[in-house]
């Protein structure tokens, strides 16, 4: 076995020139060590447990909240699909109100309108020139005698007086 060399030990330390303490440059103050306060465990883990207790009161209200308000969501979706049938059948019965028999059907009771083809239409000819004799009969401004003479000839003659635009004559049909 060979020896060990032993290690030359080399002086690495500097030497610093000794300043007064009055010429150094002011560095920072070095503050005293607090002392850190310790909490015990005890009151640690109470704070813990009370931070998990309001998390989970706050989470059971979330859920409840969530719940009504599915509850109400639920609730106005039943009156949406009330409504949209209540719409439909409206809509249906507007359709019904809408059709051209309906309409005729309320014109004719409701209004008392008729069809223009079945209506009598009295056309009056303006003249200027004395109308015949023949054609007077209803025009003529004097009581005419009737041979006849009854009830029925003096009621024609009260109706020929009211009634200017036609003539009633006890006994003959005119057209």
């Known amino acids: 076995m060979t020896a ?3 290690l030359v030990e080399l002086d690495y330390s500097y030497a610093e020139p000794a300043v007064p303490a009055e010429q ?14 310790r909490m015990p465990a005890t009151v640690r883990i109470c704070l813990v447990a009370a ?8 989470y059971l209200q979330q859920q409840v909240t969530s719940y009504h308000l599915n509850v109400e969501v639920l609730r106005l979706q039943e009156q ?10 409206l809509m249906l019965t507007l359709e019904a109100q ?15 309108m008729v069809d223009p083809e079945y209506t009598a239409t009295l056309v009056v000819p303006h003249r200027t020139d004395p109308v015949p004799v023949v ?14 003479g009854g009830i029925l000839s003096v009621l024609a003659a ?6 200017p635009l036609g003539g009633v004559e006890a006994g003959t049909l005119q057209r």
């Open 98 to 112: 809408r059709s051209l028999k309906q309409v005729e059907h309320i014109a004719r009771t409701r209004l008392g």
């Open 4 to 6: 060990a060399r032993k």
């Open 135 to 148: 054609e007077s009969r209803w025009l003529a401004q004097g009581e005419q005698e009737n041979p006849s």
């Open 24 to 37: 150094r440059a002011p560095g920072p103050k070095s503050k005293p060590k607090r002392r850190s306060r």
């Open 51 to 58: 931070c998990c207790v309001v998390l989970g009161l706050l």
């Open 80 to 89: 949406v699909k009330l409504m949209e049938q209540r719409n439909d059948q």
């Open 158 to 163: 009260v109706l020929n007086k009211v009634l």
